[in-house]
């Protein structure tokens, strides 16, 4: 493997200056996303509110921590959905047969994917999800966690983004020896919505469908990040749900980067 150089701060705010730039010129689908976000909130906000003018006891916790944790998960989904993770450019590099240019830098490959990741999330961080989250404070009433909840939240948060980029960058490999990932991408996203608890809470999954949903690393991208926000996990609880995190970091790096070997091995560059 290349040696990993690392990224200098310059360099980083390069990837942060081209993402920002690529948000300047596609300004239309900009606001295509934050309109499609913000009603999205309001949608499912008015959804669980009138569930629970039917049954105020639905899920367990109040109406407030439950139309929190809905809105959060779609002010969430801009930076979490896979459509935003690094497979995507990989798949594009690919199609266009120039992955080799980003196969030859100076880098290891998965840090240089991480690094233009992270450009691309903190760009719509800034410009996507908190002003929707501000908008939900208002329409919603959006509760604010207290200063140790915010702190496990943003900690969960950032392993949850760890763990979404090695699902996605492995889709990315796979993609180099299919060449294409179309149908598996959408297969993909239809397990994650389900089974991450992105739009419903998995502790009011039934019998087998909540083990299997507690077996799988998808909650660690949102249902943890989102149950420490709405104290849904306190003390111990966020303790352990922060443990099952890490461990999943761990082992998603170390099956990527075994991944990552295999597949430059057999590498095929589709010319184009």
Avoid at 43 to 72: E, F, H, I, R
Avoid at 130 to 149: E, N, T, V
Avoid at 205 to 232: E, K
Wanted: charged content about 10%; some cysteine.
């Amino acid at each position: 493997m290349r040696k990993n150089n690392g990224i200098s701060l310059r360099t980083g705010a390069a990837f942060l200056r081209n993402e920002f730039y690529d948000l300047s010129i596609y300004r239309v689908s900009f606001w295509l996303n934050f309109i499609y976000t913000f009603l999205m909130m309001y949608s499912v906000g008015y959804v669980w509110k009138a569930l629970y003018a039917a049954d105020p006891a639905a899920t367990g916790v109040s109406l407030s921590q439950m139309t929190s944790y809905a809105v959060l998960g779609v002010a969430l989904e801009s930076i979490l959905h896979p459509a935003r993770g690094p497979q995507t450019y990989m798949m594009e590099q690919i199609r266009k047969g120039t992955i080799e240019m980003d196969l030859i830098k100076p880098l290891d490959f998965q840090f240089y994917m991480f690094a233009k990741n992270m450009g691309s999330l903190s760009v719509r961080s800034l410009f996507l999800v908190l002003p929707s989250l501000i908008a939900a404070f208002f329409l919603f009433s959006l509760q604010l966690p207290d200063l140790s909840g915010f702190a496990g939240f943003l900690f969960s948060l950032f392993l949850a983004i760890l763990i979404s980029f090695f699902l996605n960058f492995m889709l990315g490999l796979l993609g180099m020896v299919t060449m294409s990932i179309k149908n598996i991408n959408w297969g993909y996203n239809a397990i994650l919505r389900f089974f991450s608890g992105q739009m419903v809470p998995l502790w009011i999954f039934p019998g087998i469908l909540g083990l299997i949903g507690n077996l799988l690393p998808f909650r660690c991208i949102y249902a943890i990040p989102m149950s420490i926000y709405i104290g849904n996990y306190r003390g111990e609880a966020v303790c352990k749900a922060l443990g099952v995190q890490l461990l999943w970091v761990l082992l998603l790096w170390a099956a990527s980067r075994r991944l990552m070997r295999y597949v430059f091995d057999r590498v095929m560059i589709q010319g184009g």
